[in-house]
């Protein structure tokens, strides 16, 4: 907390910056809350998001800089910030250096989990106010169920009325989507005979005895009453026992986040939606959008909402192709996505083949072509391989040595290669695995 304290004393001196942020839903809320903050001191600031750190003019030209969301600012830019005067809020895997850093790694806690980038930037202006976004951002990284630093900024929402916890069925969509395409859309968990087909849906749910349909107008989950509510999960858990998939029925139910401010039955509403409708745009090349919502600007979520439409359609075409797909290398496996599923999603896909078929014996590995030719690298693991010692982060950040650039997460952990290293890197990653 002194050395949040000391971030927030060296912004508030700040006369210009420039915030560089990442474009995950994270890094897009974790932007916005410093902005706002930024525009309740009365500061200006300028605003630049990006896939990946790199030198740009931007950069260059600016003389305050706040980096967000970012992990290895100084030794990717280094000497480029020379005579800069930088603060970095982050909660990658780090160290301490030169420049001025709030980051949970240096002081015991495990960013992948404990707290993200925007509860980080919430820790150092520590306003109620913005509390939605700190939350917003950890949903976004998949630190549900909230907990450590996170449960701490959870309190706090509440205590403030800002933020709700229900325990209740967590898929995506509850507050958005009708009933039928609530079940139907649902890629995580994958629901055997329902995702991906609407029929089947529709005839689930009236054997549950749910309306889909009242006055004439689709329902949405959070319309049902509590008893309704309670007939469709006992009706999905038995479902998925008959199909022989009893054990993701735990996944159905968990903590979601309201977030009370917001008009009720807006994406807005719900954190995971919020974060989701964030991705849909930064991962579309419009993170400016994602950031205006943040900042509550008029029109923004309308266009926000058609990102997303565009961005669940990739997710949903993308899933059914990893699961026919996807390979057995043995220590892990391996999805090649290339020609086939955007870069901006292969990640997500990704980890959402756990959610679907894949047991969590080993890590995944996804690959597919970026907008430079290159290969984009995405590796995803489950609690419980990085609770036997696994650290994808490091893997990656060893086996690109030398071919590329890795790095991140121990449960989470992306990198770029030259588009004929491949073999290469497969080969140094099983070593290192
Ligand atoms: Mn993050």
């Known amino acids: ?47 630049l998001t990006l896939r990946r750190l790199e030198e740009r003019s931007e950069i260059k030209g600016a003389k305050e800089l706040i980096f967000v969301d970012f992990g290895g600012v100084e030794e990717t830019l280094g000497g480029f910030l020379e005579g800069k005067d930088v603060v970095v809020m982050d909660h990658h895997q780090g160290k301490e250096g030169k420049l001025l850093q709030a980051n949970p790694h240096l002081f015991g806690f495990d960013g992948g989990s404990d707290i993200s980038s925007s509860g980080t930037a919430y820790m150092v202006f520590r306003d ?38 229900d325990i209740d069925l967590s898929i995506f969509g509850r507050t958005s989507r009708p009933l039928v395409w609530f079940l139907s ?20 749910l009236s054997e549950a ?38 054990g993701i029925a735990s996944e159905l139910i968990g903590e979601v986040y309201i977030l009370a401010r917001q008009p009720e039955g807006s ?18 090349d419009r993170p400016d959008i994602g950031i205006r919502v943040c900042l509550g600007r008029e029109g923004a979520l309308e266009e926000a909402r058609k990102l ?21 290398y043995g220590k892990f496996y391996f999805l090649d996505g290339r020609g086939k599923i955007d870069d901006g999603v292969i990640g997500i896909i990704a980890g959402m083949l756990y959610g679907s078929i894949l047991t969590g014996d080993k890590p995944i590995v996804g690959i597919a072509m970026d907008g430079e030719g290159k290969i ?14 696994l650290n994808l982060g490091k893997a990656l950040e060893k086996a690109c040595a030398g071919i590329g650039a890795g790095g991140g997460h121990n449960i989470a ?21």
Not at 6 to 24: A, M, Q, T, W
Not at 149 to 162: A, F, P, Q
Not at 311 to 328: K, T, V
């Open 308 to 328: 997303l439409y565009e961005h669940r359609r990739q997710l949903r075409e993308g899933i059914f192709y990893a699961i026919s797909n996807y390979e057995n």
């Open 209 to 246: 005895s749910i309306e889909v349909k009242q006055e004439n107008r689709w329902r949405r989950y959070f319309e049902l009453s509590i008893e309704e509510r309670m007939q469709l999960i006992s009706a999905l858990v038995s479902y998925l026992y008959s199909k022989g998939v009893g």
């Open 413 to 433: 952990a992306g990198a770029t290669i030259e588009s004929n290293k491949l073999n290469e890197f497969l080969i140094n990653f099983v070593k290192e695995l």
């Open 128 to 165: 109620a106010e913005l509390v939605d976004l700190a939350i917003v951002g950890a949903v976004g990284d998949m630190q549900f169920p909230l907990k450590s630093l996170n449960r701490k900024i959870l309190r706090e929402g509440i205590e403030n009325g800002i933020v709700r916890c």
């Open 376 to 389: 984009k690298i995405s590796a995803r693991a489950t609690k419980k391989l990085v609770e036997g010692g």
């Open 267 to 284: 994406e807005l509403s719900d954190a995971k939606e919020y974060s989701t409708l964030l991705n849909a745009c930064g991962r579309h």
């Open 1 to 47: 907390m002194e050395r949040c304290q000391e971030v927030r004393k060296r912004i508030e001196g700040f006369s210009k910056p420039l915030i560089v942020n990442h474009y995950d839903a994270d890094g897009m809320a974790a932007g916005a809350l410093a902005a706002k903050a930024l525009e309740k001191r009365g500061i200006a600031y300028d605003m």
């Open 185 to 204: 859309y649902c890629t995580e968990p994958f629901l055997p005979g329902l995702t991906g087909n609407e029929k089947n849906c529709y005839r689930f």
